[in-house]
């Protein structure tokens, strides 16, 4: 069962990764090139974010399991959002935008993948 202090630090870090993923979309247009830029964005800046954190995690013990829960689940859980892409692509879809859909859907599968591993092995170079 999970304390109330790691649902509390899930809580408060999920509160400030969606209130910076709604700041992120908003400093953004909303697509370049019919691609939802903003859902992408946030998409690879969680994903490079979770890959350091995990790998700081691993080599690591200054953060301690609230810290961890507090980073990973709650804030970078919502600052990236999947529910998000997946309807964008299916309005492109919808919208008989068929390549603009498989560009968002590449680059937001392969491009998170990609923006992970490059933030796990940058921390890994520094430690």
Do not use: C, D, W
């Amino acid at each position: 069962m999970m304390s109330l202090s790691t649902i509390l630090a899930i809580g408060s870090g999920g509160f400030i990764g969606a209130v910076l993923r709604a700041y992120i979309n908003g400093l953004l247009p909303r697509t370049v090139a019919e691609v939802p830029i903003g859902t992408l964005s946030v998409n690879l800046l969680g994903s490079f974010m979770l890959g350091a954190l995990f790998a700081l995690f691993a080599v690591t013990t200054i953060f301690n399991v609230h810290t961890r829960s507090f980073l990973s689940t709650g804030m970078m859980g919502a600052l990236t959002t999947y529910s998000t892409f997946a309807y964008e692509s299916f309005l492109l879809i919808q919208g008989g935008s068929f390549g603009y859909a498989i560009l968002n859907m590449s680059l937001n599968l392969f491009g998170t993948i990609l923006f992970a591993g490059i933030g796990y092995k940058l921390v890994n170079v520094f430690y």
